[in-house]
């Protein structure tokens, strides 16, 4: 029997095997030098990686994980369709070059649903229920957005509105905790508010996203179950050890996670600045997992990619996506913020107990009686991750621009890094193609754009001088 290179790879996630260390994705040896290295095969390193590989130069990834993708991850083993296990939506369908490399690699795209359903415990929102929670949420984000506009950088719990009444906690929940992994109080109003530039129209990919990085990544350079273990830098050149060996460069592009950074996993001599330490500690990452159970024969009569989610008034609350990709009947509850890092914490069983009860408060007992499999993530315990998505703390927005200050010959790279499209995949390819130019112009492969040429003036009249 022959296996495929990407059954090869979901395998290989599923059973979490370390292939052996130091293996490309071919099988070759690591090499000893590249112009430049990259740490991480994410969304940021592998753009990172093509960049530079367009370039010309010989660049190298280094992933510490067996698999390419971080926290785009695809899982094919468990359900009989694809369930990505990280993130599931692109955004600027029209702009994304992500998008447009998924379809010109034979992906599907497609849209979200326009909207969600609500529901108000058993029974659906009533068209005036939906209206008043629209509104709800426009009021929230523009005194949000408001807010931002003020001396001090402010938190976005304390900017809401006192008066959403039985929606306050679904606004939260929605703005908060679903969208960047954390409560409205632990997020920074100008952060959130420069999020808002996104144009919102999410779409996925039928195959999965981790699919899609993974192939996005087949011609790079790359060595997997290879973690960057210490990073020797100058203003001159790089080494970067790993357990493999070390692999001498010019100049290197550093894509792991703000968390990941903060954790001291990877050793730096000389130490990382205090400066880029700190701004990466106030953008820490929030929590987000998904909980996915099979409920055969789509008990829960939903539509092909349905999204519900509830009138709460608490944080113990979640989102769910119904039949995600076909009739097969896999549903995903998805949770997040201070609840969802609290039920992770529990382990996989407590959180598949949630997931239960919640659908079964929302949709009754006979509907989630026949769970036949269930597989829930747990991102904040991924020990090359440690958590979702990177969101800024009141009073931080100014650290993202300090984690694109270039580091001797390294450059940061990754979602925490981008000021508008932070927590996003797309984000995060825009900060990998960002990065790879920085550094190639560092060893002199690109050159700076030309200043814009000087409006021309009309010559200065000579004063004339007596003769
Ligand atoms: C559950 C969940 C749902 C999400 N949903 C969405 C969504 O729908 N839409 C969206 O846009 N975003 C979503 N996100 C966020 C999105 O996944 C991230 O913003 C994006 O994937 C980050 O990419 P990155 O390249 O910056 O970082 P990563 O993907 O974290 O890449 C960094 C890489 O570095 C590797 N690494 C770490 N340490 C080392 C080391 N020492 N040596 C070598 N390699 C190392 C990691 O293994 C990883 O592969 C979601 C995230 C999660 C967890």
Request: proline share 5%; aromatic share 4%.
């Amino acid at each position: 029997m022959t296996m495929t290179r990407r059954e090869f790879l979901s395998a290989s996630a599923a059973l979490a095997a370390a292939p052996a260390l130091g293996a490309d994705a071919w099988g070759a040896p690591l090499p000893r030098e590249a112009d430049i290295v990259v740490i991480g095969a994410g969304a940021a390193g592998i753009a990172a990686a093509r960049r530079i590989k367009a370039a010309n130069r010989r660049v190298i990834v280094v992933e510490a994980t067996g698999q390419i993708g971080g926290r785009c991850l695809t899982d094919t083993a468990t359900f009989d369709v694809p369930f990505d296990r990280g993130a599931r939506w692109m955004h600027n369908a029209d702009t994304s070059p992500m998008v447009k490399l998924a379809r010109g690699a034979g992906l599907e795209v497609y849209p979200a649903p326009p909207g969600q359903k609500i529901r108000v415990g058993r029974r659906n929102a009533r068209a005036g229920e939906i209206e008043y929670f629209l509104a709800a949420l426009v009021r929230a984000n523009r005194a949000i957005d408001d807010a931002s506009r003020g001396k001090v950088d402010v938190s976005c719990a304390s900017a809401l509105p006192k008066d959403l009444g039985d929606w306050a906690g679904t606004a939260e929940f929605m703005l908060g905790a679903n969208a960047t992994g954390k409560d409205l109080k632990d997020i920074s109003a100008i952060d959130r508010a420069r999020a808002l530039e996104r144009n919102n129209a999410p779409i996925a990919c039928r195959q999965g996203l981790g699919t899609l990085i993974a192939k996005l990544g087949e011609q790079i350079p790359l060595a997997l179950s290879t973690p960057a273990s210490r990073i020797a830098w100058s203003g001159r050149d790089v080494t970067v050890e790993t357990p493999a060996g070390r692999i001498a460069a010019r100049a290197a592009i550093i894509t792991v996670s703000s968390n990941v950074l903060t954790a001291g996993n990877i050793k730096f001599t000389p130490e990382l600045p205090k400066r880029a330490l700190d701004a990466a500690a106030k953008l820490s990452l929030g929590s987000y997992d998904h909980i996915a159970l099979q409920l055969p024969g789509n008990p829960l009569g939903l539509a092909r990619d349905e999204i519900i989610i509830e009138q709460s008034n608490s944080t113990r609350t979640a989102l769910l996506l119904a039949d995600i990709g076909s009739s097969s009947s896999m549903c995903s509850i998805d949770v997040g913020g201070s609840f969802g890092r609290d039920l992770a914490a529990q382990g996989e069983p407590a959180m598949v107990a949630f997931a239960v009860e919640w659908l079964t408060k929302l949709f009754g007992s006979d509907a989630v009686s026949a769970v036949k499999k269930s597989s829930a993530t747990r991102w904040n315990a991924a020990p090359f991750a440690l958590g979702a998505m990177s969101s800024a703390a009141p009073g931080s927005q100014a650290s993202r621009k300090t984690l694109t200050e270039p580091i001797g010959c390294m450059f940061l790279a990754g979602e925490a890094t981008h000021e508008t499209l932070w927590g996003t995949v797309d984000g995060a390819w825009e900060s990998g193609e960002r990065a790879a130019e920085a550094a190639l112009r560092r060893i002199g492969a690109l050159r700076d754009p030309e200043p814009a040429a000087a409006p021309a003036r009309a010559p200065k009249q000579r004063r004339r001088v007596a003769e």
